[in-house]
């Protein structure tokens, strides 16, 4: 079973530093895009950073400059480093990743969530 967990949430003053992390398991996979997506209360998920295998990527206009994705293809995980966090920056924190091989399991997986809350 294809699981992707989250960590490094929490809570954080305004200006303060969180590393979120993603580990997948459940199998030897080769994946594609790798990303995280964020949720606040009353609003929808919008997209954070995204990564590809090549190591090519792209932000929100709201993240640029303070937050960097990054990620390991041998351990098939995926970190977001966010700088100078914002009260608006709160929100459920997904990662995702996109299977490739095997292509029996090829899809776009998510995980449960981390919760990541900034205080004013």
């Known amino acids: 079973q294809v699981q992707l967990v989250e960590s490094g949430g929490g809570l954080v003053q305004a200006g303060g530093s969180l590393r979120l992390s993603c580990t997948t398991s459940?199998?030897?996979?080769?994946?594609?895009?790798m990303g995280w997506y964020r949720q606040a209360p009353g609003k929808q998920r919008e997209m954070v950073a995204t990564i590809t295998s090549g190591g090519k990527t792209n932000y929100a206009d709201s993240v640029k400059g303070r937050f960097t994705i990054s990620r390991d293809n041998a351990k098939n995980t995926v970190s977001l480093q966010m700088h100078s966090l914002k009260p608006e920056d709160t929100a459920v924190y997904y990662c995702?990743?996109?299977?490739?091989?095997?292509?029996?399991?090829?899809?776009?997986?998510w995980g449960q969530g981390t919760q990541v809350t900034v205080s004013s």
């Open positions: 995702t990743a996109e299977i490739l091989v095997p292509v029996t399991l090829r899809a776009d997986y």
């Open positions: 459940g199998g030897r996979f080769s994946l594609g895009t």
